[in-house]
Antibody
Framework: EVQLVQSGAEVKKPGESLKISCKGS????????IHWLRQMPGRGPEWMGG????????RYSPSFQGQVTISVDKSTDTAYLQWRSLEASDTAMYYC???????????????WGQGTLVTVSS | AIQMTQSPSSLSAYVGDRVTITCRAS??????LGWYQQKPGKAPKLLIY???TLQSGVPSRFSGSGSGTYFTLTISSLQPEDFATYYC????????FGQGTKVEIK
């Protein structure tokens, strides 16, 4: 079974750093992009960026460029999302999702991880 | 950036009703669109990709159509387990979600 398992919920203070993870299993991890998405309370998901584990190619949404860092460790089939200095506005659920493609152009996100709730509060 | 405008933002319907949700793109996106279902406290789940291809395991009462800038998701006979929020997602240029449509029980 193809599966993405994310790290657990985090409660942090403003200014603190954080790194959350997403571990893939049931498929060849290196061959598929992993994307990160933010969902703020009561809102729809937003695409943040993604990483291609085979060559560590990373793409960011313009909205998140410079705000977060995406990375990957092929040896452990794990992708990461990190912040250097959290703000209260970073409070949200964060999902990872695998990008699949057919015919080189039709893409979708499936499966998704279970989500990591990040709460930033003083 | 491509904007996705989804409507309605919410709707109330009876079990057995036919329901249609629309999504408009700010520019032509071929058929690079998917539909996702999200239930409270859960991750979104893929229903349809490529505008009209049903994901494996998804009931056939779900269908998608459209290309270019106008797309629809139809549920032919609403079932109790279909009450959820639905999102469209374009993958033509980066990834952009619609604002969502909450389907509630009437």
């Amino acid at each position: 079974e193809v599966q993405l398992v994310q790290s657990g919920a985090e409660v942090k203070k403003p200014g603190e750093s954080l790194k959350i993870s997403c571990k893939g299993s049931g498929y060849i991890f290196s061959n598929y992009w992993i994307h990160w998405l933010r969902q703020m309370p009561g809102r729809g998901p937003e695409w943040m960026g993604g990483v291609y584990p085979a060559d560590s190619d990373i793409r960011y949404s313009p909205s998140f460029q410079g705000q977060v860092t995406i990375s990957v460790d092929k040896s452990t089939d794990t992708a990461y999302l990190q912040w250097r200095s959290l703000e209260a506005s970073d409070t949200a659920m964060y999902y990872c999702a695998r990008r699949d493609v057919v015919s080189g152009i039709i893409e979708w996100l499936d499966p998704w991880g279970q989500g990591t709730l990040v709460t930033v509060s003083s | 950036a491509i904007q996705m405008t989804q409507s309605p933002s919410s709707l109330s319907a009876y079990v057995g009703d036919r329901v249609t949700i629309t999504c408009r793109a700010s520019q032509a996106i071929r058929n690079d669109l998917g539909w996702y279902q999200q239930k409270p406290g859960k991750a979104p789940k893929l229903l349809i990709y490529g505008a009209s291809t049903l994901q494996s395991g998804v009931p056939s009462r779900f269908s998608g159509s459209g290309s270019g800038t106008y797309f629809t998701l139809t549920i032919s006979s609403l079932q109790p387990e279909d009450f959820a929020t639905y999102y469209c997602l374009q993958d033509y240029n980066l990834w952009t979600f619609g604002q969502g449509t909450k389907v509630e029980i009437k």
